[in-house]
């Protein structure tokens, strides 16, 4: 009898501890409920990701407050894994790295796709821009920066890039020669930045590496450190990062927006720095895959991201913003019907 008790006590303990889990773990496991609140991921202040996604859904490049209850993801792993181990958050990042854990969004009904973001349909798109240094313009350098342009501007590099998904700029530079490495010795190119372009920055720098080393009396190597487009920009005005330690000569910072005349008129407007918009990247709007949704509109958009001042105004304003929790069946009650 006392071995039996023991047995069902055993059982209703177990059965416990697996409720108990199962609470705390709503919202990461289980079915996706439209009744849930949304959970809020935006990038860190200085994201070019961010910039896009609150420029885009409010129309200004204009300090605009965002949504206050949102987490704050540092970065675009944190990104990721904030929306794959919760089933009902929402983020964005670039197409170009989202994986099988998180699912992308069309936005007021058109895929974040290369060909939509080529022909100009897919609004939140971006450019990836490369920065040289203030002290060594891109045309008149020669060593290892000079030879990574020449790099940038091949077939080689285009090639490249759009395999990985962005797009490459063809506007700028129709890239249909291929690269010639030349002799330049021993040297490390060093590169800084957006961590949307932290993957296609390693490959580049790889890829050229791989090709210089071809040649006798080369020994390139290369150091991609994911920093953030506001470090990336620096790049065109100073030469090393104070966060550094020790400081890193830098090359080449990636910002992942364009500069921009809000960021050159207020913070350094006696001189644009020498940059090149090399490829065109689409953000997408993501959700975990359990979520039904397949499309979100700019107004749902600025109500999760931005804000709104009322019922018949969702523009979203640096005062007087309306910032709640809002529940998915709200915004988007087709997800109940």
Same mark, same amino acid.
């Given at each position: 009898?006392?071995?039996? +008790?023991?047995?069902?006590?055993?059982?209703?303990?177990?059965?416990?501890?697996?409720?108990?889990?199962?609470?705390?773990?709503?919202?990461?496991?289980?079915?996706?409920?439209?009744?849930?609140?949304?959970?809020?991921?935006? #990038?860190?202040?200085?994201?070019?990701?961010?910039?896009?996604?609150? !420029?885009?859904?409010?129309?200004?490049?204009?300090?605009?407050?965002?949504?206050?209850?949102?987490?704050?993801?540092? %970065?675009? !792993? $944190?990104?990721?894994?904030?929306?794959?181990?919760?089933?009902?958050?929402?983020?964005?990042?670039?197409?170009?790295?989202?994986?099988?854990? *998180?699912?992308? =969004?069309?936005?007021?009904?058109?895929?974040?796709?290369?060909?939509?973001?080529?022909?100009?349909?897919?609004? +939140?798109s971006r450019d990836f821009v490369l920065i040289a240094r203030?002290?060594?313009?891109?045309?008149?350098? %020669?060593?290892?920066?000079?030879?990574?342009?020449?790099?940038?501007?091949?077939?080689?590099?285009? !090639?490249?890039?759009?395999?990985?998904?962005?797009?490459?700029?063809? !506007?700028?530079?129709?890239?249909?020669?291929?690269?010639?490495?030349?002799?330049?010795?021993?040297?490390?190119?060093?590169?800084?930045?957006?961590?949307?372009?932290?993957?296609?920055?390693?490959?580049?720098?790889?890829?050229?590496?791989?090709?210089?080393?071809? =040649?006798?009396?080369?020994?390139?190597?290369?150091?991609?450190?994911?920093?953030?487009?506001?470090?990336? #920009?620096?790049?065109?005005?100073y030469r090393t990062l104070a966060s550094d330690a020790p400081?890193?000569?830098?090359?080449?910072?990636?910002?992942?927006?364009?500069?921009?005349?809000?960021?050159?008129?207020?913070?350094?407007?006696?001189?644009?720095?020498?940059?090149?918009?090399?490829?065109?990247?689409?953000?997408?709007?993501?959700?975990?895959?359990?979520?039904?949704?397949?499309?979100?509109?700019? $107004?749902?958009?600025?109500?999760?991201? *931005?804000?709104? #001042?009322?019922?018949?105004?969702?523009?979203?304003?640096?005062t007087n913003a309306h910032v709640r929790a809002w529940r998915?069946? $709200?915004?988007?009650?087709?997800?109940?019907?």
């Amino acid at each position: 009898m006392k071995k039996i +008790l023991k047995k069902v006590m055993i059982m209703a303990l177990a059965l416990a501890v697996a409720v108990g889990a199962m609470a705390f773990l709503t919202g990461c496991g289980g079915d996706f409920d439209p009744t849930s609140n949304i959970a809020v991921f935006h #990038r860190e202040l200085g994201s070019g990701t961010r910039e896009v996604i609150v !420029e885009r859904i409010t129309g200004t490049q204009e300090a605009i407050t965002t949504n206050a209850s949102a987490a704050i993801a540092q %970065g675009t !792993e $944190e990104v990721n894994t904030n929306v794959s181990g919760n089933r009902h958050a929402i983020s964005y990042e670039s197409v170009a790295i989202i994986g099988d854990s *998180v699912r992308a =969004l069309s936005f007021n009904g058109v895929a974040p796709t290369q060909q939509n973001v080529i022909n100009g349909t897919y609004a +939140l798109s971006r450019d990836f821009v490369l920065i040289a240094r203030h002290d060594a313009p891109f045309a008149t350098t %020669g060593g290892v920066q000079g030879a990574f342009y020449s790099f940038i501007n091949s077939s080689n590099a285009r !090639e490249l890039t759009n395999n990985l998904g962005p797009v490459y700029n063809t !506007e700028r530079n129709a890239a249909t020669t291929t690269f010639v490495p030349t002799v330049i010795g021993t040297q490390q190119l060093r590169i800084t930045g957006s961590t949307s372009m932290t993957q296609i920055g390693t490959w580049l720098a790889s890829a050229f590496a791989a090709a210089m080393n071809t =040649l006798d009396g080369n020994s390139i190597t290369y150091y991609v450190a994911a920093t953030g487009s506001g470090a990336g #920009r620096t790049i065109g005005f100073y030469r090393t990062l104070a966060s550094d330690a020790p400081a890193v000569d830098f090359h080449f910072g990636m910002a992942s927006a364009s500069l921009g005349a809000n960021f050159l008129n207020t913070e350094h407007a006696d001189f644009i720095p020498n940059h090149i918009t090399f490829a065109l990247d689409a953000v997408a709007i993501i959700v975990h895959p359990s979520n039904p949704l397949t499309n979100i509109t700019t $107004e749902q958009a600025r109500r999760i991201f *931005v804000g709104y #001042r009322g019922d018949n105004d969702v523009t979203g304003s640096a005062t007087n913003a309306h910032v709640r929790a809002w529940r998915w069946e $709200e915004l988007f009650p087709a997800l109940v019907a």
